[in-house]
């Protein structure tokens, strides 16, 4: 069947996510295979306005497969939020014979890659983030490393924490989603786990459980704090003082970010990046991609926007019950 594109652009926007590279080869090499030209836009839509585009062969995506952040480069974009923006992104699009794009980002970005189909570039969403809180998907490519990265940070606390009889207070990234700490939390064996989607703000009972915990022999108390609950360092002094233990607190920030992608991230981003180039050549347009009950698929940009999606309620209650 002849692809009904002719010249693929791909572009990586908002936080980068160990994968992304994974996804623009298999963009680009997915796309040579059915003859189809590809142009990679350097620094997200800021590039795209900019005109940082330039084109990709087989050999620019060679040695990317296992490396983090993406060769593209990454950006957010002020002049892109405005409609002005999003029409003149269109109108360079057209002017370098762009007729579809792979956008690789989180909701934000794929409301503008909504935007730019209105203004007839066929566009295409790859789920790229280490939140994984797109509501249409479970899976967002970067997930898996990060997870992998701060439970191996976490059981380096943990060591240390146990040497000291101390409790570590340790954040994990997830803005105001609490993934990455319910998994970290669960794989970690933490004895607590606060998530934003959960938590009560009850440091009473907290107080109580790392006295419980210590009285039972515990040597360390390993408390899980996602980035949407925040306030580590208070937490940590506050919890020093009420309990007599010598509290720390870590915040792993971006190394959360970088690093080589597991083997789970780069079969997702190949996979993933090769299905949105199959959407593009069949015509479709709007479309984000998908993994959902063990298979890719594909919904509607928009109808994809105004979903949600929850923690997995017997993965909490698994959480408290081995925390106990
Ligand atoms: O969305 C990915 C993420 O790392 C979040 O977990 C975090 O809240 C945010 O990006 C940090 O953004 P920045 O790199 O701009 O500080």
């Known amino acids: 069947m002849e692809s009904k594109v002719q010249t693929i652009g791909v572009l990586t926007s908002g936080g980068d996510a160990p994968g992304m590279n994974a996804v623009i080869r298999a963009v680009v090499r997915s796309a040579l295979s059915k003859g189809l030209k590809v142009k990679g836009i350097e620094r997200g839509y800021a590039g795209l306005l900019d005109e940082e585009i330039k084109d990709m062969d087989s050999k620019s995506v060679s040695e990317i497969i296992q490396r983090g952040g993406t060769i593209l480069g990454t950006a957010r974009c002020m002049e892109f939020m405005s409609d002005e923006g ?129 009285k039972a022999g515990k040597k360390h108390h390993i408390i899980i704090n996602a980035e949407g609950v925040g306030d580590s360092m208070n937490m940590a002094k506050r919890i020093e003082a009420a309990t007599g233990i010598e509290t720390r607190a870590t915040i792993i920030g971006h190394i959360q970010r970088g690093g080589t992608p597991t083997a789970v991230d780069r079969l997702h981003a190949t996979m993933m990046g090769a299905y949105a180039v199959e959407l593009l050549a069949a015509g479709k347009s709007k479309r984000v991609v998908c993994f959902r009950e063990g298979k890719y698929c594909d919904y509607d940009i928009q109808e994809a926007l105004g979903m949600t999606k929850t923690l997995d309620p017997f993965m909490i209650q698994v959480s408290k019950e081995m925390t106990r």
């Open 86 to 214: 999003k029409m003149k992104g269109a109108e360079i699009c057209k002017k370098h014979g762009i007729d579809g794009l792979v956008v690789i980002g989180g909701d934000g970005s794929f409301k503008g890659a909504a935007r730019l189909a209105y203004f007839g570039i066929n566009t295409i969403g790859v789920p790229g983030t280490i939140d994984l809180d797109i509501p249409c998907t479970e899976y967002t490519v970067g997930f898996d490393t990060a997870v992998n990265t701060a439970m191996e940070a976490i059981d380096r606390i943990r060591d240390t924490s146990t040497s000291h009889e101390r409790c570590s207070i340790i954040e994990v990234m997830g803005r105001h989603a609490g993934y990455i700490a319910l998994w970290c939390g669960i794989g970690n064996g933490a004895e607590d786990i606060l998530l934003p989607e959960t938590y009560d703000n009850n440091e009473q009972a907290l107080i109580e459980h790392i006295i419980a915990l210590r």
